[in-house]
């Protein structure tokens, strides 16, 4: 099976910025959906970045639009969410996914999250 790693994360000021690898093994990751989900501290498990498997298109939460990209790269296997001018807000766990595009009901994979703070 797929397994997903993810690291990055870390104590960041206001206005900083993060790049968060997810690094894929067990499969190529580019035959995959990926996505992004936070979850912070006493909130249940939200929605923050997509892309389709071909890379062509991408969507992302109303609350993290233009100041989050998501992208990958296939030689490396490895999905990235870039994070500019984060707010404090932000803070959370972060974990990424990934979905097979024919059967994503039994291929559905996910990371160990990493954690993402973001204070003064």
């Known amino acids: 099976q797929v397994q997903l790693v993810e690291s990055g994360g870390g104590l960041v000021l206001p206005g900083g910025s993060l790049r968060l690898p997810c690094a894929a093994s067990?499969?190529?990751?580019?035959?995959?959906?990926v996505g992004w989900f936070r979850q912070a501290p006493g909130k249940e498990r939200e929605f923050v970045a997509g892309i389709s498997k071909s890379g062509s298109y991408t969507t992302y939460a109303d609350s993290v639009k233009g100041r989050i990209t998501i992208s990958g790269d296939n030689a490396k296997n490895t999905n990235y969410l870039q994070m500019n001018n984060l707010k404090p807000e932000d803070t959370a766990v972060y974990y990424c996914n990934a979905k097979h595009s024919i059967w994503p009901d039994k291929h559905n994979y996910w990371g160990q999250g990493t954690q993402v703070t973001v204070s003064s």
């Open positions: 067990g499969g190529t990751i580019s035959t995959y959906s």
